[in-house]
């Protein structure tokens, strides 16, 4: 009988990891898009750290990112079983901030009169060029931002591989989310590891004996630094894409008017849905950065006027 309850146990076990496999490649399937712009966005994260710093930065980063999900995976399941909406509140606040924070960006590249004095940056910029100077307290800054829109991402991605064992047990709901937590922490922050390092794998090659070695490691090393710059565009668009589709999905009226849009272009329906969201979310972006410098303003020219 005891032989019998525990064949019973362990085919019913069998089952549940059965079905948590299938809803994991599912969910992993469905957040794609999500995990691509997350790459990037982390990969720019790290630009203008110091060669020797990279890899503490990523280690650092990645850390904070498995804090979050420690965070983020029993809070979902909480919410969603006491008020799904406020998932969907709280993706909203984080679209916002991801489009502030892409807009801030491109405002301060190209017109960097219209907003203050970056300040950070330039003393940022300052200690790197100074070999005295520690630089972990700058880190300290990049790190704990890089963490934050980690944070935002991380969510977009839980609550969209939610969605996709909406018809799941708990128990099969927590597998599914926690497996792919932990392993999209480690491989997000493992291929970050290995771009911002291609550089010094390219020097490496070169110093080898072999002609095919050099050449590869040549063009290793020369195409490091487009490819970071290349994921920093990516990253900054990113946070328009990802931020912007938050905001529009949540925002009925906005939804639907680019669904109609976009399903006129007919084959290009999905491109022409992405450029919207990353446009929509420009806009949104512009306007709150808008809003905080003029009160920003407003606070200085009260404190002036004090002072006097």
């Known amino acids: 009988m005891a032989g019998a309850s525990l064949l019973t146990l362990l085919d019913d076990i069998s089952v549940i990891l059965d079905d948590v496999s299938v809803m994991t490649k599912v ?135 939610l969605g996709s064992t909406a018809s799941a047990t708990l128990l099969e709901r927590s597998l599914v989310l926690s497996i792919l937590a932990i392993a999209i922490t480690i491989g997000i922050y493992g291929l970050v590891a290995g771009i911002v390092k291609i550089d010094d794998a390219g020097l490496h090659l070169m110093e080898q004996e072999g002609n095919f070695k050099q050449k590869l490691g040549k063009v290793m090393f020369a195409a490091a630094p487009k490819l970071m710059k290349f994921l920093s565009i990516a990253g900054t668009l990113a946070m328009f894409l990802v931020g912007g589709g938050i905001l529009v999905h949540g925002i009925g009226f906005l939804d639907h008017g680019v669904e109609d849009i976009a399903h006129l272009t007919g084959i290009f329906e999905s491109v022409t849905t992405a450029i919207l969201n990353g446009v929509i979310g420009f806009i949104i972006g512009a306007v709150i950065v808008g809003i905080f410098t003029i009160v920003g303003k407003m606070r200085d020219d009260d404190t002036k006027s004090a002072t006097h």
């Not at 710093?53 to 999900?69: C, D, I, T, Y």
């Open 27 to 161: 969910a992993a399937k469905k957040t794609a898009g999500v995990l691509g712009d997350d790459l990037a966005l982390n990969a720019e994260q790290v630009t203008g750290v110091k060669a020797n710093r990279e890899l503490p930065v990523v280690w650092a980063v990645a850390k904070g990112s498995f804090v979050n999900k420690l965070i983020l995976v029993p809070a979902a399941l909480i919410i969603s079983a006491i008020y799904p909406p406020l998932v969907t509140f709280l993706l909203m606040c984080g679209g916002l901030f991801l489009v502030y924070e892409g807009a801030e960006k491109v405002i301060h590249r190209f017109w960097p009169h219209a907003l203050p004095h970056d300040e950070e940056q330039n003393a940022r910029r300052q200690a790197n060029a100074d070999e005295t100077v520690d630089l972990v307290a700058f880190e300290k800054n990049k790190i704990k931002g890089a963490i934050r829109t980690d944070f935002i991402l991380s969510a977009e991605i839980i609550v969209i591989a």
